[in-house]
């Protein structure tokens, strides 16, 4: 697959600092795959997707939640009807002050690749009303970082001391592992 770049000038509209879309995503294979120079944060709002990086490909279902630092090349197809993935781009220079003042979550810094977690049923829906909100306001930097700090406290509040390149399913194992209601069933 060839690369292309996507720059932040091409997808924030002038004076915001985050765009989000809403995206159905067809079973087509992409053509190419891409990088940006900002950071994409992006998850899985229906579906399953198929995930294509330089590495291989990989599936991603509904709840999926990834991160990408600029530079991470990646695509995304969809698999089967209905396959809707919510992506957020976040300005170069919004990402630059949150990583000053942040704590270190390896999640947010996503270094060597992509950063992978999961959201249940409940986070989901949290996000999205989120999301929401977000795609009603005017997209500055007190809306990016309304959007984006609950989020991050919330993952700072479920680590699981995993590698951000651990398997998705055992993210989400060791996050549910934290919910005493997992275990009263047996």
Same mark, same amino acid.
């Given at each position: 697959?060839?690369?292309?770049?996507?720059?932040?000038?091409?997808?924030?509209?002038?004076?915001?600092?985050?765009?989000?879309?809403?995206?159905?995503?067809?079973?087509?294979?992409?053509?190419?795959?891409?990088?940006?120079?900002?950071? @994409?944060?992006?998850?899985?709002?229906?579906?399953?997707?198929?995930?294509?990086?330089?590495?291989?490909? @990989?599936?991603?279902?509904? *709840?999926?939640?990834?991160?990408?630092?600029?530079?991470?090349?990646?695509?995304?197809?969809?698999?089967?009807?209905?396959?809707?993935?919510?992506?957020?781009?976040?300005?170069?220079?919004?990402?630059?002050?949150?990583?000053?003042?942040?704590?270190?979550?390896?999640?947010?810094?996503?270094?060597?690749?992509?950063?992978?977690?999961?959201?249940?049923?409940?986070?989901?829906?949290?996000?999205?009303?989120?999301?929401?909100?977000? @795609?009603? *306001?005017?997209?500055?930097?007190?809306?990016?970082?309304?959007?984006?700090?609950?989020?991050?406290?919330?993952?700072?509040?479920?680590?699981?001391?995993?590698?951000?390149?651990?398997?998705?399913?055992?993210?989400?194992?060791?996050?549910?592992?934290?919910?005493?209601?997992?275990?009263? *069933? *047996?």
């Amino acid at each position: 697959m060839t690369q292309r770049t996507l720059t932040h000038h091409d997808v924030l509209p002038p004076g915001t600092s985050i765009h989000l879309t809403r995206a159905l995503l067809t079973p087509a294979r992409p053509k190419a795959l891409h990088t940006h120079d900002f950071t @994409e944060l992006f998850w899985v709002q229906n579906g399953t997707l198929r995930h294509h990086l330089p590495s291989g490909v @990989e599936t991603l279902t509904e *709840g999926a939640l990834i991160l990408l630092r600029p530079g991470q090349p990646h695509a995304l197809q969809g698999r089967g009807d209905a396959a809707l993935a919510v992506s957020i781009a976040i300005h170069p220079d919004l990402v630059q002050s949150l990583d000053a003042r942040l704590p270190s979550l390896p999640f947010w810094l996503a270094e060597h690749g992509p950063a992978r977690t999961h959201r249940d049923s409940r986070q989901l829906v949290t996000l999205n009303h989120a999301a929401g909100l977000l @795609e009603r *306001g005017p997209c500055d930097s007190l809306a990016a970082e309304a959007f984006l700090l609950p989020l991050l406290a919330d993952l700072i509040r479920h680590e699981t001391g995993l590698p951000t390149g651990a398997p998705t399913w055992l993210h989400r194992a060791c996050a549910m592992a934290h919910d005493p209601a997992i275990y009263r *069933g *047996g």
